[in-house]
């Protein structure tokens, strides 16, 4: 297999919140400089000023014009912006949404035409970035329609959990209207995807959660679970995919019950996020599924009111440049084995936990 040095483009969000950082703080630290050659997609100018501000005498960018030009070892950044730009720390203003939309569409571009091999994005603020050329609901949206697919996941990752999301920002209220058997489908096939080629689970087991109270306690507080997820599960399991559920969520959580699969869907953005954050908020990784490129970007926003303060973590930005790189090793790695499988047909890249998981797992009120 291809062991070239992966190419990580970043994009730097938000010139206002603690985009740069994040990235600083996480490019600081050599490993993070070891698994690939980072790529920033922003300006010298910001960069500077940040530092600056944050009182960070020990780094520097290296100005490159493409990544070819990038530098291992290095901090290297290509310039997107002209040296008018100006910072105002703290502040969400349209200076700060079309800095991030220019060096993102830049990133975007390079990735697509073969000279990133990776994407993470710094976080942008999903109000100021709007325009007349960026309508999306944030950067998944965009990705999605820039690649060309029909649908994505949004997928949170950590050490102990996997959780996409079937809906993601939208009203709480529109939720159960959006809530069908082949969104559902459509959302696990995803989701199945991914874990094997992305995450190298050979035959993952993926939960779906309820969208009511119990579960919908036998269609006592909703007919949901009867009558759309239930059946959504049964179509996915005709098809080969592990799937369980229905599961109300606060036992699944509660018991620890999540521990035993390896990717969970959530109905709603709350109804996953929430728990995910309560484990993970500083090591927690947003990751796009679905898309024929990587991209990740930390758990976090743009944390205006703690920008130029220095008190911002890089723990998950930089959680979120490893687990770029090691889901482009893992897809190299699927497509050999695809290519090739009698000569990879003794692999097992992750075994069987079917023995792991207690004989009542499978039955949601277990965890009601």
């Given at each position: 297999?291809?062991?070239?040095?992966?190419?990580?483009?970043?994009?730097?969000?938000?010139?206002?919140?603690?985009?740069?950082?994040?990235?600083?703080?996480?490019?600081?630290?050599?490993?993070?400089?070891?698994?690939?050659?980072?790529?920033?997609?922003?300006?010298?100018?910001?960069?500077?000023?940040?530092?600056?501000?944050?009182?960070?005498?020990?780094?520097?960018?290296?100005?490159?014009?493409?990544?070819?030009?990038?530098?291992?070892?290095?901090?290297?950044?290509?310039?997107?912006?002209?040296?008018?730009?100006?910072?105002?720390?703290?502040?969400?203003?349209s200076q700060g949404g079309e800095a991030a939309i220019i060096a993102l569409e830049r990133a975007v571009s390079d990735l697509k035409s073969g000279k990133l091999d990776v994407l993470i994005t710094a976080p942008i603020d999903k109000?100021?970035?709007?325009?007349?050329?960026?309508?999306?609901?944030?950067h998944t949206d965009y990705l999605r329609v820039r690649a060309g697919v029909e649908d994505v996941l949004m997928l949170m990752v950590s050490e102990n959990m996997r959780i996409g999301v079937a809906t993601t920002h939208v009203p709480l209220s529109k939720v159960p209207e959006m809530i069908t058997k082949e969104l559902l489908v459509r959302k696990t096939r995803i989701l199945n995807q991914s874990?094997?080629?992305?995450?190298?689970?050979?035959?993952?087991?993926?939960?779906?959660?309820?969208?009511?109270?119990?579960?919908?306690?036998?269609?006592?507080?909703?007919?949901?679970?009867?009558?759309i997820i239930t059946p959504s599960i049964q179509q996915l399991q005709?098809?080969?995919?592990?799937?369980?559920?229905?599961?109300?969520?606060?036992?699944?959580?509660?018991?620890?019950?999540?521990?035993?699969?390896?990717?969970?869907?959530?109905?709603?953005?709350?109804?996953g996020l929430a728990p995910f954050k309560a484990l993970s908020f500083d090591t927690g990784v947003n990751y796009t599924a679905g898309l024929p490129f990587v991209r990740t970007s930390p758990n976090h926003g743009t944390a205006f009111q703690?920008?130029?303060?220095?008190?911002?973590?890089?723990?998950?930005?930089?959680?979120a440049i490893y687990l770029a790189c090691d889901i482009y090793r893992n897809r190299q790695m699927y497509s050999e084995i695809t290519q090739?499988?009698?000569?990879?047909?003794?692999?097992?890249?992750?075994?069987?936990?079917?023995?792991?998981?207690?004989?009542?797992i499978f039955n949601s009120e277990s965890l009601s």
């Open positions: 297999m291809d062991r070239k040095p992966i190419i990580a483009g970043i994009s730097h969000g938000d010139i206002n919140g603690i985009g740069y950082e994040v990235i600083i703080k996480a490019l600081i630290d050599i490993t993070a400089n070891d698994i690939c050659i980072p790529v920033v997609y922003g300006s010298p100018k910001v960069g500077a000023y940040h530092r600056k501000t944050l009182n960070i005498s020990n780094f520097s960018f290296n100005n490159v014009r493409s990544p070819e030009e990038a530098k291992p070892k290095k901090a290297n950044m290509i310039n997107c912006l002209d040296d008018n730009v100006r910072v105002e720390l703290g502040k969400s203003n109000n100021n970035i709007q325009s007349d050329s960026f309508h999306f609901a944030g874990l094997i080629a992305d995450f190298g689970i050979r035959r993952p087991r993926i939960a779906l959660l309820g969208l009511n109270p119990h579960a919908g306690d036998n269609s006592l507080l909703g007919s949901e679970e009867a009558e005709h098809e080969g995919i592990l799937a369980f559920g229905p599961f109300p969520a606060d036992g699944f959580f509660g018991a620890g019950s999540f521990s035993k699969f390896d990717g969970i869907l959530a109905m709603y953005h709350d109804q703690i920008a130029g303060k220095g008190e911002a973590s890089e723990n998950s930005f930089r959680q090739n499988p009698l000569k990879h047909q003794e692999i097992d890249i992750q075994p069987d936990r079917a023995d792991d998981l207690p004989p009542d």
